[in-house]
């Protein structure tokens, strides 16, 4: 039987029509694959985003639900611990990290408020000031100083590394933002601001009025007040030198008037023409910017007023009085010169042009302390008046002011016989502690009378001690606390403690303490 063999394939290539065209169907579903995928991750991003927001929604929902159900003291206790733990935080970074963070915040803040509604802006503010009235009212005494130094030192290094473009930039800001909020707050908060600046700015000036108070400076040659750093005291002496003030704008105001009239024997109309107006009334003709006295360009009504000098300071004093009763004064020098002749002393000048010896003098400057002075303060004056100027009727002017003398008495609805003993009896204390007696000047009879608030100081003592002996631990330790304080400088102290534990008795025995020594405590 004959055997069937296999035939050997060929070994000659053959054609694979489908090859290609598999390679062709899997590239495509390739293609097709990496679409899908694609599709499938740009619609899971959105997903992943709002799940995100979520989950931030509702972490901040819960921060909310956790902030109302928590009570004042943990709150103001949680603040406190971000507070420090942001200090912290800050003042362990580097300049560089300060830098950063800084300059992120800056941009985000810029970027969010470009971003913001005019409501959205008004509702941020509104939340700005009522968080910073929660802050500070919550703030200690050192804090509040640490945050103004704080503040200070950072307005001072902006200003002083910034351009003068900058400068210019940061005036235009401030203005147009104080039109803006002006133009928007309410009369209640119009009229609170004008007090506010009428206080910080030591100056009455109103709408209503439209008077402005102008402080006019009295110093000695070369004695300008100046403001410096620890270490630029040199600098600081150099400024003050070339700083003009009101006083000495006035002798360049008076030198170059009378300068153009012998050059051009007339007095141009850009040139202050202050012939024959006194130092203080300057403000009521012309205007002070950049330490010169220039014309008025507004109908603004405005009054000088010099800084008021004690008598005790005898050289300014006159100069003070030299400068309310002469005109057209070019220097120091001519201030000092009373007819023809120099005095080296302006109190000599003073005296030889007859103000420091006619007695009708110290009576306008007692009625001018008495317009602000207290009670007090303004025995006090009279005393310095007496022992540093030259009165020959100091009876006149005690009767003259006797009830701006005992108006403190007064207030205590005091007989007015009563009142004004107390008041006399004071101004013989005084004298005493001076080392002089009244009866050189007065001598008027008034009797001797002990007030009713007289302090037995030796019982003081002795009940300050015996209610020390029975302090409990706890009440020495506030005791011992509060009389350290008193010898380093003084502060502030709250004693805290429960009903009946003894505060009251705290309180008692400092008092007898520090009257014997004769040192200040105020309890609230």
């Known amino acids: 039987m004959a055997k069937r063999t296999k035939k050997p394939k060929s070994k000659q290539p053959t054609a694979r029509v489908g090859r290609p065209r598999s390679r062709a169907v899997k590239d495509k579903a390739r293609e097709v694959g990496a679409t899908t995928s694609t599709s499938s991750t740009s619609t899971t991003k959105p997903s992943q985003k709002r ?46 990290e300060h830098k950063k963070r800084t300059s992120s915040n800056k941009e985000r803040t810029s970027r969010a408020r470009s971003e913001e509604t005019e409501d959205q802006y008004r509702r941020r503010k509104s939340s700005n000031r009522v968080s910073t009235s929660r802050a500070r009212s919550e703030e200690t005494e050192g804090e509040r100083i640490r945050r103004m130094l704080a503040n200070a030192e950072r307005t001072f290094k ?7 473009t900058d400068t210019l930039k940061r005036r235009a800001q401030n203005k147009e933002h104080m039109t803006v909020t002006r133009s928007t707050e309410s009369p209640k908060a119009s009229e609170s601001r004008k007090e506010a600046d009428r206080k910080r700015h030591n100056s009455h000036v109103t709408e209503d009025c439209g008077i402005a108070r102008k402080d006019l400076k009295v110093h000695l040659k070369n004695a300008q007040g100046v403001v410096y750093k620890e270490g630029e005291e040199k600098d600081a002496a150099e400024r003050g030198q070339l700083r003009e003030t009101t006083l000495t704008a006035w002798f360049a105001a008076n030198k170059r008037c009378y300068d153009e009239l012998e050059s051009a024997g007339m007095i141009p ?69 009373v007819g023809g002749v120099f005095y080296e002393k302006f109190v000599d000048a003073a005296k030889a042009a007859g103000y420091l010896t006619e007695d009708i003098f110290y009576e306008k400057s007692l009625e001018e302390a008495a317009s602000f002075h207290s009670a007090p303060q303004l025995r006090g004056f009279f005393v310095t008046l007496l022992m540093f100027g030259e009165i020959h009727n100091a009876e006149e002017l005690w009767y003259r002011f006797v009830d701006d003398f005992s108006e403190d008495f007064l207030y205590k609805h005091l007989p007015k016989e009563k009142a004004e003993a107390l008041a006399y009896n004071d101004l013989i204390d005084r004298m005493n502690a001076m080392g002089e007696k009244l009866d050189k000047w007065m001598s008027l009879g008034y009797e001797r009378i002990i007030p009713d608030d007289v302090i037995d100081f030796d019982y003081c003592s002795k009940e300050g001690d015996r209610m020390r002996s029975t302090l ?53």
């Open 472 to 524: 409990v631990a706890e009440q020495e330790e506030v005791v011992k606390a509060v009389l350290d304080a008193v010898k380093s400088g003084g502060g502030l102290i709250y004693v805290d403690g429960p009903g009946g534990s003894g505060k009251t008795y705290v309180y008692l025995t400092l008092i007898n303490i520090l009257q014997v020594s004769f040192l200040g405590l105020a309890m609230v």
């Open 269 to 337: 109309e850009d040139v202050v023409d202050c012939r024959g107006i006194y130092y203080v009334e300057m403000p009521e003709h012309f205007q002070f910017t950049k330490g010169k006295w220039t014309l008025r360009k507004n109908a603004t009504r405005s009054i000088g007023r010099m800084h008021f000098v004690s008598p005790r300071d005898q050289k300014r004093f006159a100069l003070r009085v030299m400068l309310l009763n002469v005109t057209d004064a070019k220097s120091y020098e001519d201030l000092q010169t």
């Open 158 to 164: 902006a200003r002083s590394e910034g351009t003068e």
């Open 51 to 96: 799940r995100l927001a979520m989950k931030k929604a509702e972490t901040a929902e819960k921060k909310l639900q956790r902030k109302d159900e928590e009570s004042e003291e943990i709150t103001a206790k949680r603040r406190r611990l971000d507070a420090i733990r942001k200090r912290k935080a800050r003042v362990e970074e580097t300049e560089e």
